[in-house]
């Protein structure tokens, strides 16, 4: 069993920045791909960044590349997102999610273990 809490959202300017985190519990965690999505009012969970349990390759959609940065750290059993130059578009909750042994570019549904969600709102 794994059990995943975010924390970082809040509400911030377009343009502005902010960090996600996400603590896990588990002594496997080394063995998860980590990956974070997103999900606005009405619209479907979708990727925004993965990052693979075994070589730490990252991946990104196309519309947070190069501006967040995905990152995670064994020994602490966390992963972050580092989420820079903010639109009004990236509001949502945004989930944590870990899936064992999962390549970077899997479906939502690979993910075995999720968090409840941190809130992210950008104003405009």
């Known amino acids: 069993q794994v059990q995943l809490v975010e924390s970082g959202g809040g509400l911030v300017q377009a343009g502005g920045t902010l960090r996600l985190s996400c603590a896990a519990s588990?002594?496997?965690?080394?063995?998860?791909?980590m990956a974070w999505f997103r999900q606005a009012p009405g619209e479907e969970r979708e990727f925004v960044a993965s990052?693979?349990?075994?070589?730490?390759?990252?991946y990104y959609a196309d519309s947070v590349k190069g501006r967040f940065t995905i990152s995670r750290d064994n020994a602490k059993t966390s992963v972050s997102l580092q989420m820079n130059s903010l639109k009004p578009e990236d509001t949502a909750v945004y989930y944590c999610?870990?899936?064992?042994?999962?390549?970077?570019?899997?479906?939502?549904?690979?993910?075995?273990?999720w968090g409840q969600g941190t809130q992210v709102t950008v104003s405009s």
């Open positions: 588990g002594r496997t965690f080394s063995s998860y791909t």
């Open positions: 999610a870990a899936g064992r042994g999962v390549e970077v570019r899997a479906s939502a549904r690979r993910y075995d273990y």
């Open positions: 990052i693979h349990w075994s070589s730490s390759a990252a």
